[in-house]
């Protein structure tokens, strides 16, 4: 009994000494570490890394202005009514001059279109504008001047009936050039120096802004200077009338099909392939009747040719010829079997022939250095004694 009675004062130790390290190690831990909440921008996510128009999006419905993204020129497009703004930040590369016309009868019916272009470059070969082209406008990259102010400088916009001004950071390079075809009305135009960024004109009872780049409007710049004002001031201006329209912006429009851009950009090579496609159908469509019996050249082998060459020489008696011919062809094939007899006299080559044919030197000897034919069998018995031999190596 005082035996259980020790061990178990033992264990109560035990367990006491290791309640304290476990407390005094997590009295240390407490004291030196820290509990401290970091904030890490992680970047766009979500719809915002495909939209770079979506805060924009966000602002304009949180400012009370119905805002959504349109798809155009497909089957379930939403339709567009009068006094509704539509705002296209792309370069329009798949607008032909159909969908072109379309959405100028629909400025012309009321609606307010925000445009901008790809930039007009003589160096590279660009899509037509159909829209600017009729317009009789184009944007332009050119240099600053020494006198012009200097970059990362924003751009003033003088805000109508007040005193006071807006700043829109536009890329200093991009500006807006008329053509002299332009007779439209300006109603407002952004002007920097020398340079116009912006410009809105009439067009029947709707109108038409051109910018010179949209990156002002996009999720990474919308919160700097005035931007996302200015964006809002566009959504909401009303020509001649008071009616609110919903904000749509387009970032993806239905492109053309492979074949359309061929038909539109290559029509001759289209005529060309559309042509070659239907000869090769009509040469393969099966024809009744008989078949033309074309009677072609028999083509022999190689070996029927030879045969020919041999009794021709046969015929005209150059038996030394086709003697000659034979005994080269088995000088290369004694080289290439045993390349060490070429240093080898006469007499010593027979006698290797001999040894491994089985025939008398003599004979062999005549084959093939006696050039005397006088009758048929001589020449016979010359070609069979060199066969053998032949086969022998």
């Known amino acids: 009994m005082q035996l259980t009675g020790n061990k178990s004062n033992s264990n109560l130790i035990s367990y006491g000494v290791l309640v304290l390290v476990i407390t005094g190690l997590a009295a240390w831990l407490y004291s030196v570490l820290e509990y401290r909440m970091v904030k890490e921008d992680k970047g766009y996510q979500g719809e915002a890394v495909t939209n770079p128009y979506l805060a924009a ?69 660009s899509s037509r504008d159909h829209i600017l082209e009729e317009l009789g406008l184009f944007i332009e990259r050119q240099a600053l001047n020494e006198n012009s102010l200097q970059l990362e400088e924003p751009v003033n916009i003088a805000i109508e009936d007040e005193d006071d001004f807006w700043q829109a950071d536009f890329d200093d390079y991009l500006m807006i050039s008329t053509t002299s075809e332009f007779n439209s009305e300006i109603i407002w135009s952004i002007d920097d120096d020398d340079r116009t960024h912006a410009l809105q004109i009439k067009r029947g009872n709707g109108r038409l802004t051109l910018l010179s780049d949209m990156r002002l409007f996009r999720n990474r710049y919308i919160d700097a200077y005035d931007h996302a004002a200015f964006l809002l001031s566009l959504a909401n201006d009303q020509l001649l009338s008071g009616d609110a329209g919903v904000f749509y912006y387009s970032l993806f429009d239905d492109q053309m099909s492979l074949w359309q851009w061929l038909w539109k ?129």
């Open 57 to 125: 999006e966000f602002f304009l419905r949180r400012m009370g202005q119905k805002a959504e993204k349109i798809k155009l020129f497909t089957d379930n497009q939403i339709q567009l009514n009068s006094y509704d703004t539509l705002l296209i930040p792309n370069v329009r590369l798949a607008f032909d001059s159909r969908r072109s016309d379309e959405l100028l009868q629909w400025v012309d019916q009321g609606g307010h279109l925000i445009i901008t272009a790809q930039v007009d470059a003589e160096s590279k070969i």
């Open 265 to 393: 950009n290559a029509s001759t090579f289209m005529l060309s392939f559309l042509l070659l496609v239907i000869i090769i159908l009509w040469m393969l469509i099966p024809r009744f009747g008989p078949l033309i019996n074309v009677h072609q050249p028999v083509r022999r082998q190689f070996l029927d040719h030879l045969t020919a060459s041999g009794n021709y020489h046969w015929r005209q008696g150059h038996y030394y010829r086709l003697l000659i011919a034979v005994r080269k062809q088995l000088s290369h094939r004694v080289k290439l079997t045993y390349p060490e007899w070429s240093n080898l006299s006469k007499q010593d080559q027979i006698s290797h022939l001999a040894e491994i044919s089985q025939l008398e030197s003599l004979v062999i000897e005549r084959a093939l250095f006696d050039s005397r034919i006088e009758q048929v069998n001589d020449f016979t018995n010359k070609i069979k004694i060199l066969e053998k031999l032949r086969k022998s190596l």
